[in-house]
Structure formats: structure tokens, C-alpha cells
């Protein structure tokens, strides 16, 4: 639904940092949307995580959920290049199997929750149907600093 323009007009997030590639599923009603991350060998993060055992960090799995519950609520906001969304909470996290190069990465987020700056969301990762990582997530909607 999205391509990688797309979600860069969205979201302030650039190499190597922006960790979404496509968006498979978006729901209109703001309530649901897919997204894919394309894990490659070229990941910066490879390099020393590990050395001839490369796994994708847990944490980089959660950041990819929160771009992606991101690219879902700024698509509604009309000044959106002036807002940023931060990390409020991270409960619940699950790591069941390692992300390694060459997976698919498809990232299921679910509104649980919506007020005027906040945003509480579940994610489930999964490689080849499989559910890699799970969490709940509060993200907090600010002002970009000038």
C-alpha cells in the first residue's frame, strides 16, 4: 500500500534508522496496519551483533513496530513534519526466535488505545508466519524541537 517514498514523507527516520521497507496492510479506519522490513546482511548493526552469528537486536524489533504504528497515526495529523513520536512505555516484550539476515520481518500493529497525543498499540513480528517478537507499546506525540 506504501512504498519506501511513501513512508519517508511520513515518518523523519532515515538510513540507518528507518526500519520499515513496505506497507503490506493499512486499515482507513487508523486501527491496523502491515509492514515489512526487509532484514539484509548489509545491516549496520551485523557488524557487531554478532560477529559470524548475526541476530537483529530486540530492540531494533520494537522500534520497527513503533515506525510502523507511526506511519499509521501520521498519515491523520495535518502538520505532521512538525511532530515527532517518542517511546512512553514498552510492556510485555516477547522474543521467541532470532531474526537473522534474509527474513522477511512482517509487523502486525493493533490499536488499543488513542487520546489526543498518545497512542497505546499492540505488535506482533513474525518471519514466515511465525511470531518472532511481541509488545505493547505507548508512543507519545510532541512538538519537533526548532
Given at each position: 500500500?506504501?512504498n519506501i517514498l511513501e513512508i519517508m514523507k511520513l515518518l523523519p527516520h532515515r538510513y540507518p534508522m528507518l526500519l520499515i521497507d513496505r506497507?503490506?496492510?493499512?486499515?482507513?479506519?487508523?486501527?491496523?496496519?502491515?509492514?515489512?522490513?526487509?532484514?539484509?546482511?548489509?545491516?549496520?548493526?551485523?557488524?557487531?551483533?554478532?560477529?559470524?552469528?548475526?541476530?537483529?537486536?530486540?530492540?531494533?524489533?520494537?522500534?520497527?513496530?513503533?515506525?510502523?504504528?507511526?506511519?499509521?497515526?501520521?498519515?491523520?495529523?495535518?502538520?505532521?513534519?512538525?511532530?515527532?513520536?517518542?517511546?512512553?512505555?514498552?510492556?510485555?516484550?516477547?522474543?521467541?526466535?532470532?531474526v537473522v539476515p534474509g527474513d522477511q520481518l512482517i509487523l502486525e500493529i493493533d490499536l488499543r488505545a488513542r487520546r489526543s497525543n498518545t497512542?497505546?498499540?499492540?505488535?506482533?513480528?513474525?518471519?514466515?508466519?511465525?511470531?518472532?517478537?511481541?509488545?505493547?507499546?505507548?508512543?507519545?506525540?510532541?512538538?519537533?524541537?526548532?
Amino acid at each position: 500500500m506504501l512504498n519506501i517514498l511513501e513512508i519517508m514523507k511520513l515518518l523523519p527516520h532515515r538510513y540507518p534508522m528507518l526500519l520499515i521497507d513496505r506497507v503490506l496492510e493499512l486499515d482507513e479506519g487508523n486501527q491496523r496496519i502491515v509492514g515489512l522490513k526487509n532484514v539484509t546482511a548489509n545491516e549496520q548493526f551485523f557488524q557487531g551483533h554478532f560477529p559470524g552469528a548475526p541476530v537483529m537486536p530486540g530492540v531494533l524489533i520494537i522500534e520497527a513496530m513503533a515506525q510502523c504504528a507511526a506511519v499509521l497515526f501520521l498519515r491523520s495529523v495535518p502538520d505532521r513534519e512538525r511532530k515527532l513520536f517518542y517511546f512512553g512505555a514498552v510492556d510485555k516484550a516477547r522474543f521467541r526466535r532470532p531474526v537473522v539476515p534474509g527474513d522477511q520481518l512482517i509487523l502486525e500493529i493493533d490499536l488499543r488505545a488513542r487520546r489526543s497525543n498518545t497512542v497505546k498499540v499492540h505488535g506482533v513480528a513474525r518471519v514466515d508466519g511465525v511470531i518472532v517478537a511481541e509488545a505493547d507499546l505507548l508512543s507519545v506525540m510532541v512538538d519537533r524541537p526548532e
